[in-house]
T-cell receptor, first 114, second 114 residues
Framework: DSGVTQTPKHLITATGQRVTLRCSPR?????VYWYQQSLDQGLQFLIQ???????AKGNILERFSAQQFPDLHSELNLSSLELGDSALYFC?????????????FGPGTRLTVT | AQSVTQPDIHITVSEGASLELRCNYS??????LFWYVQSPGQGLQLLLK??????LVQGIKGFEAEFKRSQSSFNLRKPSVHWSDAAEYFC????????????FGKGTRLHILP
């Protein structure tokens, strides 16, 4: 158990809909990272937040957005969903901003868009 | 920008045999290098990391990796695999100068024969 929790574990929704994925980092960790894992693209970095502020951006679509709240939990919002958005979404946390810190991964949310 | 290649998508070894998983990176200087493991249905867990110093790095679960600058490689090794090592293994690279994200390889799935 990494100490990172993600809800829900599974999500099935239709094209065009909007969903919110939630992540609670390990106690004491200030950084939260979001990743998308799909068969064709592999594990892709989406976005990083540190203590409530956006820190780094990766291959995140404009239809996707994220935020980190004062209690440090984070939410990833996916809108106008397409079939290609079906993937496993991981959240990871670390103590600081540097990638030299170990990232602790949650169990993931499996999103299926039908 | 940094990149990482794992040439083998699948590898099968017999239980008790030695293992080497290949990883090649592209980066202008010495990068941060990581190996993560993903067991079925779980998030990723850090096995080991290299930033500088001794080029042979010891990790958890009996794994080690060797950084070879001349070959731009960071191969993962284990002298004797166990059935519980069956999983997907990801090599990842981070850029110390930018220090904002790590890039994951596509992964190598390890199968263990009894």
């Amino acid at each position: 158990d990494s100490g990172v929790t993600q809800t829900p574990k599974h999500l099935i929704t239709a094209t065009g809909q909007r969903v919110t994925l939630r992540c609670s980092p390990r106690s004491g960790d200030l950084s939260v990272y979001w990743y998308q894992q799909s068969l064709d693209q592999g594990l892709q970095f989406l976005i990083q937040y540190y203590n409530g502020e956006e820190r780094a951006k990766g291959n995140i679509l404009e239809r996707f957005s994220a935020q980190q709240f004062p209690d440090l939990h984070s939410e990833l919002n996916l809108s106008s969903l397409e079939l290609g958005d079906s993937a496993l979404y991981f959240c990871a946390s670390s103590p600081g901003t540097s990638v030299s810190y170990e990232q602790y991964f949650g169990p993931g949310t499996r999103l299926t868009v039908t | 920008a940094q990149s990482v290649t794992q040439p083998d998508i699948h590898i099968t070894v017999s239980e008790g045999a030695s293992l080497e998983l290949r990883c090649n990176y592209s980066y202008g200087a010495t990068p941060y290098l990581f190996w993560y493991v993903q067991s079925p249905g779980q998030g990723l867990q850090l096995l080991l990391k290299y930033f500088s110093g001794d080029t042979l790095v010891q990790g958890i679960k009996g794994f080690e990796a060797e950084f070879k600058r001349s070959q731009s490689s960071f191969n993962l090794r284990k002298p004797s695999v166990h059935w519980s090592d069956a999983a997907e293994y990801f090599c990842a690279v981070g850029a110390p100068v930018r220090d904002d994200k790590i890039i994951f390889g596509k992964g190598t799935r390890l199968h263990i024969l009894p």
